[in-house]
């Protein structure tokens, strides 16, 4: 059975431009969930997608964005990058009304 | 969301038990205890959980104490490949998971 997925593995940009990272989740998965993970920072939660729905949001401000689309798959967009943006972007999936998450292997975006 | 407690760093020599503590004394009745790791720059892998009773699976053992407030991860055989940071995480609804600072194990031959 395949595992979470991300795209792209690694993503540069500039400081003032848009990133977009993408998930899918595990088959059979519904709820998506985006961590962000700065340099010698802990895992912080950002936001929680099910059924297309976002149903809770970490303390970040709106310009970290997202969306899940019907087959599950979810987009997070930050915009307006900043360089403390630079971080390792992990998604997670997990089964309706299970606590237990799977992780992908991340998204490290670098903003210069 | 209860606060846990872990040792920040932790050594064992390949082969051996590795036993890895948590404390989570305001953990809630309906809060599951559970354990991940992450190994440089990957991401988070689940191992186990639990909620009152022991459990094992064909990674680790978690044993939890009868009042709750504390838990113990066994690796029973600790290989250079079980090198990570180990994170407790009381969770009880499917919403966020809120990790520490977790526990640096270092396995050595």
């Known amino acids: 059975e395949a595992g979470v997925t991300q795209s792209p593995t690694h993503l540069i940009k500039t400081r003032g431009q848009q990133a977009t990272l993408r998930c899918s989740p595990i088959?059979?998965?519904?709820?998506v969930y985006w961590y962000q993970q700065a340099l010698g920072l802990g895992l912080q939660f950002l936001l929680w997608?099910?059924?297309?729905?976002?149903?809770n949001r970490g303390n970040f401000p709106p310009r970290f964005s997202g969306r899940q689309f019907p087959n599950y798959s979810s987009e997070l967009n930050v915009n307006a990058l900043e360089l403390e943006d630079s971080a390792l972007y992990l998604c997670?999936?997990?089964?309706?009304?299970?606590?237990?998450?799977?992780f992908g292997p991340g998204t490290r975006l670098l903003v210069l | 969301d209860a606060k846990t407690t872990q040792p920040t760093s932790m050594d064992c020599a390949e082969g051996r038990a590795a036993n890895l503590p948590c404390n989570h004394s305001?953990?809630?009745?309906?809060?599951?205890v559970y354990w991940y790791r992450q190994i440089h720059s990957q991401g988070p892998q689940y191992i186990i959980h639990?909620?009152?009773n022991n459990e094992t699976n064909e990674m680790a053992s978690l044993i939890i104490t009868e009042d709750r407030k504390s838990s113990t991860l066994i690796l029973p055989h600790a290989t250079l490949r079980d090198t990570a940071v180990y994170y407790c995480?009381?969770?009880?609804?499917?919403?966020?998971?809120?990790f520490g600072t977790g526990t640096r194990l270092q396995v050595t031959l």
């Open positions: 997670a999936s997990s089964i309706p009304g299970k606590e237990t998450q799977y």
């Open positions: 088959s059979g998965h519904t709820s």
């Open positions: 997608y099910d059924e297309g729905e976002e149903r």
């Open positions: 305001t953990i809630s009745g309906n809060e599951y």
């Open positions: 639990g909620l009152k």
């Open positions: 995480i009381p969770t009880g609804t499917a919403s966020k998971l809120t």
